[in-house]
């Protein structure tokens, strides 16, 4: 019996790059034999309900055709079902995709990865009943997206450096506390990152050195610096050389307490919770075709 797959598109994704990338992969699918089942929801809300309902119907696999942000509802289905997760990026920054060196331009060729159907199994992040792939954001990083999704212009990366900029004439470094797998932090910080993975925000390594298969979360705090400083650092995040910087510090933990005053955090670019919460690492939690 041939396998049947859930393929989820949001078509909006990359400025309608979902879908065009959808329609050009589903037929890729079909033509390799596979029995491709085709959702699309009229919000977020359904998205995931029809996700789930393909689930219990017994689906071989969910794939999705959009950014991490799709990535992120359908791992709120698949976390610890064995289900595999096969991705189609099509996003502005696709960094789950960048994790496993998914071709982010070419829809046939991304469907051929979930053709061969080789797996990788990865840890999640958890907080409560949610989970994430990427980087749990608190602190400037939180507020730039947030500025960055009310953005129409300009695409992609862009968008995150044009909020950068915005965001720090009036940003203050924010007062902390953290605990780190019981061991209790004060400081005065620009952000704490929590990453299951070494990016964020299309290629910014924030958590870099952070592995999807170790059984930890890297916790990366930026310390408080001036902003001309600050200026002279993100560029560093694309190459993950901002280790360097005496502001920067680095623990590996299975669990942390993030709590810091009028902040609302993001995952996998997605609006996730207001502080304080609390994360810990749920390995071998999600399979994925890589």
Not at 23 to 42: H, I, K, P
Not at 214 to 234: A, F, H, N, S
Not at 246 to 257: G, L, N
Request: hydrophobic share 40%; with cysteine.
């Amino acid at each position: 019996m041939a396998r049947e797959i859930a393929f989820l598109t949001n078509p909006t994704s990359g400025r309608g790059r979902g879908a065009r990338y959808g329609a050009v992969a589903a037929a890729r699918l079909r033509d390799s034999g596979l029995v491709v089942r085709n959702l699309q929801g009229r919000d977020a809300d359904e998205a995931e309900d029809l996700a789930r309902a393909s689930v219990a119907d017994g689906v071989d696999a969910v794939v999705v055709c959009g950014g991490d942000g799709l990535v992120h509802l359908a791992t709120q289905v698949l976390a610890n079902t064995g289900i595999p997760l096969g991705i189609i990026p099509a996003g502005s920054g696709n960094d789950v995709s960048r994790y496993f060196d998914l071709p982010r331009k070419d829809p046939v060729a991304a469907a051929d990865r979930v053709i061969a159907s080789r797996l990788r199994t990865i840890d999640l992040a958890r907080c409560g009943s949610r989970s994430y792939v990427t980087v749990l954001a608190a602190g400037f990083d939180a507020v730039v997206n947030e500025r960055a999704n009310s953005l129409t212009w300009p695409r992609g990366q862009m968008r995150y450096n044009v909020a950068t900029l915005a965001e720090l004439r009036t940003f203050r470094p924010l007062p902390f506390t953290l605990d780190l797998d019981g061991t209790s932090l004060r400081v005065d910080a620009m952000l704490v990152a929590v990453g299951n993975g070494p990016s964020y925000g299309g290629g910014l390594r924030i958590t870099e050195g952070a592995l999807l298969d170790d059984g930890l979360l890297d916790v990366v705090i930026i310390k408080e610096m001036t902003k001309t400083k600050l200026i002279r650092t993100y560029p560093k995040l694309f190459s993950g050389t901002h280790v360097h910087e005496a502001e920067y510090v680095h623990h590996r933990v299975r669990s942390v307490t993030v709590a810091a005053p009028g902040v609302v955090s993001y995952a996998d670019g997605e609006r996730f919770g207001e502080l304080p919460l609390t994360v810990t690492c749920e390995p071998d939690a999600l399979a994925v075709y890589a």
